[in-house]
C-alpha cells in the first residue's frame, strides 16, 4: 500500500508587506496610469515567489483589499501561486493568522514571510518557521542574477569541436586527414 503523499511546506507572503519593502517592487508601482497603482508590482511578485517556491513550498500571498481600487476580489491562482486578498472588514494579517492557524493544527509545516513585528509574535511556533520580507527580497534579487547568468549560457551559439581545438593541433588533424 503506497504512502500517502506529504503536502509540501505551506509558503505565507505578506505581499503589500514584500512590496513596500524593496525598490524591486517599489519601481514597478504607477500612480498614474488611472487603474490599480499596484498592478505591476504584484505581478512581479507574483513570478517572484513562484520562482522562489518551485518545487518546495505551496505558495500563498496575502494581500490587504483594503486601499484597493477594486477591493472585492476573488481569491485566484496564477503561476502556481494562490492569491488571497482579505474580505472588507478584515485585514491581511488576520487572513495570515488564520491560514497559519489552519496549517499548525494539521499540523503542516509553515514558512511566513513578513517584516511586520505583530504578525512575527502572533504566528511563531512550531511548526511555523518566520522569514523577513528583507530575507525574501535579498533571495529574489540572487535568483533573478541566476537566471539571468543561466538564459546568457542558453543564449550563446554552440561551439563545434573544433572550435576548441588547440589551433595547432586542429591543424596537425586536417594534415592527417588530407593525407
Known amino acids: ?3 500517502p503523499q506529504v503536502p509540501r511546506e505551506l509558503l505565507v507572503v505578506d505581499g503589500y508587506n514584500v512590496i513596500y519593502k524593496s525598490e524591486r517592487y517599489m519601481s514597478r508601482m504607477d500612480e498614474t496610469a488611472g487603474g490599480d497603482p499596484f498592478e505591476q508590482a504584484r505581478e512581479q511578485l507574483i ?3 513562484a520562482a522562489y517556491a518551485k518545487g518546495r513550498y505551496e505558495p500563498v500571498i496575502v494581500f490587504d483589499a483594503a486601499g484597493n481600487v477594486s477591493p472585492e476580489r476573488p481569491d485566484l ?3 502556481g501561486v494562490r492569491l488571497v486578498f482579505s474580505p472588507t472588514g478584515e485585514s491581511a494579517d488576520a487572513v495570515i493568522e488564520r491560514l497559519v492557524t ?3 493544527q494539521l499540523p503542516r509545516a509553515v514558512t511566513v514571510v513578513t517584516s511586520d513585528q505583530t504578525i512575527r509574535a502572533t504566528v511563531g511556533g512550531v511548526p511555523v518557521t518566520r522569514v ?5 527580497v535579498s533571495d529574489m534579487g540572487e535568483l533573478a542574477v541566476e537566471y539571468k547568468q543561466a538564459n546568457a549560457e542558453r ?3 554552440h561551439m563545434r569541436v573544433e572550435d576548441r581545438i588547440d589551433p595547432a593541433v586542429r591543424e596537425k588533424l586536417w594534415r592527417m586527414l588530407r593525407g
Do not use: G, H, T, Y
Open 47 to 49: 513570478a517572484d515567489v
Open 102 to 104: 489552519e496549517q499548525r
Open 1 to 3: 500500500m503506497p504512502s
Open 77 to 79: 491562482s496564477r503561476a
Open 132 to 136: 523577513s520580507s528583507d530575507v525574501l
Open 155 to 157: 543564449q550563446r551559439p
